[in-house]
């Protein structure tokens, strides 16, 4: 069983910053692709990819935050965080961690998602 468990959502000012922190856990063997999507008020089931990071470190944000967030993640403690600055009201969602995970070496790639953190930047 793998479970990702995120932390460091809130409430913040617009302008303000948080960091969330996602950090997995269970069988690894290894873990490719890390990354943050979330779920927008009014916007139904879509999630919106906000930054991944592959186990390379090539980072991928959307236009909308970058130059604002900055994603990163430590292999050795299998955990990824998000950086948010500059954080505008329409930042305001449910973000969810996204990790790619094999449990053996014999076995592919999964997706496993957390269970989502509750961003809301008041104006």
């Known amino acids: 069983q793998v479970q990702l468990v995120e932390s460091g959502g809130g409430l913040v000012q617009s302008g303000g910053s948080l960091r969330l922190s996602c950090a997995a856990s269970?069988?690894?063997?290894?873990?490719?692709?890390m990354g943050w999507y979330r779920q927008a008020p009014g916007k139904g089931k879509q999630r919106e990819l906000v930054a991944a990071i592959t186990s390379g470190d090539v980072t991928t944000y959307a236009d909308s935050v970058k130059g604002r967030f900055t994603i990163s993640r430590d292999n050795a403690k299998n955990t990824v965080d998000l950086q948010m600055n500059s954080l505008k009201p329409e930042d305001t969602a449910v973000y969810y961690c996204?990790?790619?995970?094999?449990?053996?070496?014999?076995?592919?790639?999964?997706?496993?998602w957390g269970q989502g953190t509750q961003v809301t930047v008041s104006s």
């Open positions: 996204y990790s790619e995970i094999g449990s053996t070496w014999y076995q592919g790639l999964f997706d496993y």
């Open positions: 269970g069988r690894i063997f290894r873990i490719n692709t």
